[in-house]
Nanobody, 115 residues
């Protein structure tokens, strides 16, 4: 069974930082792209970051220069490092993998930015 478990969410100050891990199982992690999506209340879900099996990364324009996605294949884990958090960043963050053509989502972790 494909499983993705993200964590690390919580309350952070404006301008602060947070690291979200996504631990995966049930498929060959090292050969798959892993995505990070986010969804704020009343807004569409959007792709925040992506890392391919060979380490190429893609970021939402609003996140460029602040977010970094990385992977540790030995630990079956992808990390989303978020720095300089802004008011538009609070959302539920989800990791995602497409395995054999099927989309698989984690349960989501809540990120709140507040003073």
């Amino acid at each position: 069974q494909v499983q993705l478990v993200e964590s690390g969410g919580g309350l952070v100050q404006p301008g602060g930082f947070l690291r979200l891990p996504c631990v995966v199982s049930g498929f060959t992690f090292s050969s798959h792209t892993i995505d990070w999506y986010r969804q704020a209340p009343g807004k569409q879900r959007e792709l925040a970051a992506r890392i391919t099996s060979d380490g190429r990364t893609t970021y939402l324009d609003a996140a460029k220069g602040r977010f970094t996605v990385s992977r540790d294949n030995d630990k079956n884990t992808v990390y989303l490092q978020m720095n300089s958090l802004k008011p538009e960043d609070p959302a539920v963050y989800y990791c995602r993998a497409v395995v054999l053509g099927q989309i698989n989502w984690g349960q989501g972790t809540q990120v709140t930015v507040s003073s």
